[in-house]
């Protein structure tokens, strides 16, 4: 009898391949027992992170109107009499907002001089209306007094 070489190549070639899976899967199944001895899971590595950082601080939605009402109030305040009947359009580059001022008028308010105005405010919220008031301050500056959606 003479032996069948055909039959022992196929032996052979079949116990290398197996050798080279398990080469090959030994590295990555020791790399998943790193990440779930780590108290992570494939679940929690799906879930958002919530971590926050103080180098960036976003601006909330108050934060940027109150943006707005200081470019606001320094127009309004800086306005010469003579340009206080035109619309007079505004824009904040650090919000991104932008309205335009429709009407504006001087009133007193005991013995300060004051600047009643509306204005639009076009902001990532929406459009609205607004109406305001600022007041002279003693040593020449304006502080806006009230900021407000209109109707509300």
């Not at 080469?23 to 919530?50: E, H, I, K, N, R």
């Not at 580059?93 to 335009?100: C, K, P």
Request: charged letters at 25%; aromatic letters at 4%; one cysteine or more.
């Amino acid at each position: 009898m003479t032996p069948d070489l055909t039959e022992a190549d196929r032996r052979e070639k079949g116990h290398t391949a197996r050798r080279a899976l398990l080469a090959l899967a030994l590295p990555f199944c020791l790399a998943l027992t790193g990440c779930m001895s780590s108290g992570s899971s494939a679940v929690s590595a799906l879930s958002v992170d919530q971590m926050t950082t103080a180098a960036i601080t976003p601006l909330s939605a108050d934060s940027e109107i109150m943006s707005d009402e200081m470019v606001i109030r320094d127009l309004v305040g800086g306005l010469e009499q003579g340009r206080m009947h035109d619309p007079l359009p505004w824009s904040n580059a650090l919000t991104g907002s932008a309205g335009v001022m429709s009407r504006i008028e001087t009133v007193s308010d005991g013995t300060r001089a004051c600047r009643e105005f509306e204005t639009t405010r076009h902001g990532f919220d929406g459009v609205a209306l607004y109406d305001g008031r600022v007041c002279r301050r003693p040593d020449g500056g304006w502080d806006l007094i009230s900021f407000e959606r209109a109707g509300s």
